[in-house]
Each structure stands twice: as C-alpha cells, then as structure tokens.
C-alpha cells in the first residue's frame, strides 16, 4: 500500500484556537480527502481534493474548514476556532489511479483533542 | 441519499466458528469497500468490490457484492483471535468532478474469544 504520513499523530489545543493537520502523501497521488471519526463512531467524509481545488465537500465542512496544499505536497486541513465537537481522529486519505480499482488509502490518523 | 447499514454492529464469537457481517446500502455504487480498523489505528484495506457477484478472498476472510440487492457480505471463516477488530463498509458516491467520497458503515466490531 502507498504510503501516506500525518502529523501531528496527537494535536491537544484550546477551544477557539486554530489548528492545522498535515497529510504528506510518499507518491504522487491523484485525489485527497480528509475524514473524521469521533470516538467510537463511524467515519465520515469532509472534503476532496483534486487538481488544488477543492471536488466535494460536506455538510460538517462548514467556514471554519479549509484545505490546500501549499507547497505542491503536504496537503493540509486548517480548522479556524476549534470546538470541543471537533474533537476527533482525522485522516487523510488519498486515491492511486488504477484501471482496475481506486482504493483509498488512509494516513495512521491525527487524533485532536479540543480543551 | 446514499445511507450504509451494517449488522450486526457487535460480534462476539469463538475461534473456530464461522461468521457473516452483512453491508446494505440504499442506492446505486460502482464499488464497495471493506476496511479492517485496530483500535486507535487507522483503516486498512481489505478489498474492493467492482461488480455484481464478486467475490474476493484473503485468508479466513471473503467479501461478496449482489448489487441487485445492494449487499455485501463479509464471511469469516474459522476465526482466530487475530481477527478482532472493527469491520467497516464503504460505497463510493462518485461526483461529477470524479472524486469518490466514500460513505461508511458504522462498523462491526468482532471479538474473536479463544
């Protein structure tokens, strides 16, 4: 599997403070998402990526998400004022282009924890 | 929209046995995902299934899609301790700019008792 690295693995910060997760993908990937998974629950889908726009996003990426990949390879989530429901795993995720298949392959995750 | 039930969302089992976790989904989908998650860890893939009647299989574990019925199945054969984990699905909501966002289960989590 291609592997992707996240960092932080662990972010604590205060309520109302900005945060910013980072996904280095090793390959050249084409499409990026981030993830979340509040404690125990399932995963669910925030944002894609694609050709340094943004493809899809969801309901939870409200005004204090964004995403960009500013240096042409981390890929990075920025939460403005964070708040004790942001507390989460996040992961990035990114797409390889097969004829065959287009699994997405997940980071080892950023767990934040909002004070 | 696409919603992706699972059950039985907690399995409790003993080695040796056999097993079925079943994956519903309520709308069309090109692919369906099975993902192995350790607690704390991150999701690992396990297969993907591209067409009705696949069937894939890798050690004790093999995946099966009826798109018909929109069904998948994960069956566990003669389970070991190792096993235990929590089992997501996933199907892909492609969208027009052909990104897949991927909409999940809420995971079975198995625990394989010696």
């Known amino acids: 599997e291609p592997e992707v690295t996240q960092t932080p693995s662990h972010q604590v910060t205060q309520m109302g403070q900005e945060v910013i997760l980072r996904c280095v993908p090793i390959s050249n990937h084409l499409y990026f998402y981030w993830y979340r998974q509040i404690l125990g629950q399932k995963v669910e889908f925030l944002v894609s990526?694609?050709?340094?726009?943004?493809?899809?996003k969801s309901e939870i990426f409200d005004d204090q998400f964004s995403v960009e990949r500013p240096d042409g390879s981390n890929f990075t989530l920025k939460i403005r004022s964070t708040k004790l429901e942001d507390s989460a795993m996040y992961f990035c995720?990114?797409?390889?282009?097969?004829?065959?298949?287009?699994?997405?392959?997940f980071g080892p995750g950023t767990r934040l924890t909002v004070l | 929209e696409l919603k992706v039930e699972q059950n039985p969302l907690f399995l409790s089992m003993q080695e040796g046995k056999n097993y079925t976790i079943y994956c519903n989904y309520s709308t069309t989908s090109d692919r369906l995902y099975w993902y192995r998650q350790d607690p704390g860890k991150s999701l690992e893939s396990l297969f993907v299934l591209l067409s009705n009647g696949a069937v894939k299989q890798e050690g004790r574990l093999m995946a099966s899609l009826d798109t018909k019925a929109r069904l998948s199945t994960l069956h566990i054969t003669a389970a070991v301790h190792d096993l235990s984990a929590t089992y997501f699905c996933a199907v892909d909501k492609p969208n027009q700019g052909g990104s897949e966002k991927l909409v999940f289960g809420k995971g079975t989590k198995l625990t394989v008792n010696p």
């Open positions: 990526f694609y050709n340094n726009e943004i493809s899809e």
């Open positions: 995720a990114v797409t390889l282009w097969d004829y065959n298949t287009d699994t997405q392959y």
